[in-house]
T-cell receptor
Framework: AQSVTQLDSQVPVFEEAPVELRCNYS??????LFWYVQYPNQGLQLLLK??????LVKGINGFEAEFNKSQTSFHLRKPSVHISDTAEYFC?????????????FGKGTKLSVKP | DGGITQSPKYLFRKEGQNVTLSCEQNLNHDAMYWYRQDPGQGLRLIYYSQIVNDFQKGDIAEGYSVSREKKESFPLTVTSAQKNPTAFYLC?????????FGQGTRLTVV
């Protein structure tokens, strides 16, 4: 079975500090990987995606993530966070099933940036 | 504007009543999904549809039903059989893995 594990449910950090949100996945087939952000009472917005090619992907708002196939990880990083980054972040895996696929999410990590 | 629209944003239901949540997209996506979100549990897949007139159960389909009569529309019915329906419901559509989400519907049973 395929799964997505976000290792930290909550991450508190001070403003301007670096942050890493961890994500590991399990899949026996090729996948696409995504990070989404959710602000309170809203839908999810795409931060960045890995489809193929360079393992370091850059997204919006200064976030980046690195795909590590051997460790089956896709950790999200930002070198210096802002108060406005406070939100819940979801890692997701799209697994191919023939010509179609299915999208599975982790349980989310709440990032809380303090002044 | 291209996108995915959920309505209503807030919905109240009495116990024992069925209620239908609307989801419409004009992105021409084949795949559509319904997720339920509860605090600390992430997004759990209720139903998904890869093509018109076809859909599959997700991880928590009991007490829910869907239809996919048109490509643009994927309504979700929360039936009285769903024992704990109060939650935030998110609809999404996707092509090639990238998903676009609606703004969600918060359902409260009173």
């Amino acid at each position: 079975a395929q799964s997505v594990t976000q290792l930290d449910s909550q991450v508190p950090v001070f403003e301007e500090a670096p942050v890493e949100l961890r994500c590991n996945y399990s899949s026996s087939v090729s996948v696409y990987l995504f990070w989404y952000v959710q602000y309170p009472n809203q839908g999810l917005q795409l931060l960045l995606k890995y489809l193929s090619g360079s393992t370091l992907v850059k997204g919006i708002n200064g976030f980046e993530a690195e795909f590590n196939k051997s460790q089956t990880s896709f950790h999200l990083r930002k070198p210096s966070v802002h108060i406005s980054d406070t939100a819940e972040y979801f890692c997701a895996v799209y697994r191919f099933e023939g010509s179609q696929g299915n999208l599975i999410f982790g349980k989310g990590t709440k990032l809380s940036v303090k002044p | 504007d291209g996108g995915i629209t959920q309505s209503p944003k807030y919905l109240f239901r009495k116990e024992g009543q069925n209620v239908t949540l609307s989801c419409e997209q004009n992105l021409n996506h084949d795949a559509m999904y319904w997720y339920r979100q509860d605090p600390g549990q992430g997004l759990r897949l209720i139903y998904y549809s890869q093509i018109v007139n076809d859909f599959q159960k997700g991880d928590i389909a009991e007490g829910y039903s869907v239809s996919r009569e048109k490509k643009e529309s994927f309504p979700l019915t929360v039936t009285s059989a769903q024992k704990n329906p109060t939650a935030f419901y998110l609809c999404a559509s996707s092509r090639g893995g990238r998903a676009f989400f609606g703004q969600g519907t918060r359902l409260t049973v009173v």
